[in-house]
Nanobody, 123 residues
Framework: QLQLVESGGGLVQTGESLRLSCAAS????????MAWFRQAPGKGREFVAA?????????VYADSVKGRFTITRDNDKNTVYLQMDSLKPEDTAVYYC???????????????WGQGTQVTVSS
């Protein structure tokens, strides 16, 4: 069992940055593939970024965030991060952290999900 708690959301202006954190409680965090998804009002859940288990040496990004967002993990702290730079109004959404013991990458079939954190980017 893995519990995920997101934090770091907020209200920022276009061009500013935010760093989201997802703290995991439970055993064997290092063995999980981790990802971030988001859901804007009236839209479906959208893949943002994912990172490989253990070393985190493989990452995947949605085209819409490539070059602006960076996903990393700190296995000592059982935490995955999403650094978001050059934010745009279209990045406004609830951001969710997800975990799965095997790779899912952009496919939203993750076993564990957090409750989400709101990110709002004003123009």
């Amino acid at each position: 069992q893995l519990q995920l708690v997101e934090s770091g959301g907020g209200l920022v202006q276009t061009g500013e940055s935010l760093r989201l954190s997802c703290a995991a409680s439970g055993r064997a965090f290092v063995t999980y593939y981790m990802a971030w998804f988001r859901q804007a009002p009236g839209k479906g859940r959208e893949f943002v970024a994912a990172i490989k288990s253990w070393t985190g040496d493989t990452t995947v990004y949605a085209d819409s965030v490539k070059g602006r967002f960076t996903i990393t993990r700190d296995n000592d702290k059982n935490t995955v991060y999403l650094q978001m730079d050059s934010l745009k109004p279209e990045d406004t959404a609830v951001y969710y952290c997800a975990a799965n013991p095997s790779p899912r990458w952009e496919i939203p079939q993750y076993e564990f999900w957090g409750q989400g954190t709101q990110v709002t980017v004003s123009s």
